[in-house]
């Protein structure tokens, strides 16, 4: 079974709002690379085997949100754009649909989406395997 990042960043991305928003400020559009996993996340002293925590994960799903906010900010009008009590609800929503998924992504790939900085990226990620379930 794939991890499905990029699936959790394709429902960011289809979110919208149809009521007039102030236009974000830009964030960072920096190139494409493929993120590293083993980056410096911050999780030192982690073992590569340890078990995600809820916390590390409502973290890399927000992270996520993030970035799929930053990619509608480039490529849409300010009225398009989700309002933040929408944000909100996203990121609320995301966070309780994802997490018992999440619990079982291996570490590598949590680093890898955590390091991730663009959608292109997040796809790479995407293609990593589940740790198995305990």
Do not use: Y
């Not at 960043?9 to 928003?21: E, F, N």
């Not at 799903?61 to 799929?68: A, C, F, K, R, S």
Request: net charge negative.
């Amino acid at each position: 079974m794939r991890i499905p990042l990029a699936v959790l960043l394709a429902g960011v991305l289809a979110c919208g709002s149809k009521q007039p928003t102030a236009a974000p400020a830009p964030g960072g559009n920096g190139p494409a690379a493929t993120p590293d996993a083993g980056a410096a996340v911050p999780d030192p002293g982690v073992p590569d085997q340890a078990p995600l925590s809820e916390d590390e994960c409502a973290r890399m799903i927000n992270h996520l949100v993030d970035i799929g906010l930053e990619t509608q900010r480039r490529g849409k009008k300010p009225e398009e754009l989700p309002a933040a009590e929408q944000v909100t609800e996203i990121r609320s929503t995301m966070v309780r649909e994802m997490m018992p998924e999440c619990l079982r992504f291996d570490r590598a790939s949590w680093r890898c989406a955590m390091n991730a900085t663009t959608s292109e990226q997040v796809t790479v990620c995407a293609g990593a395997e589940p740790a198995p379930a305990p």
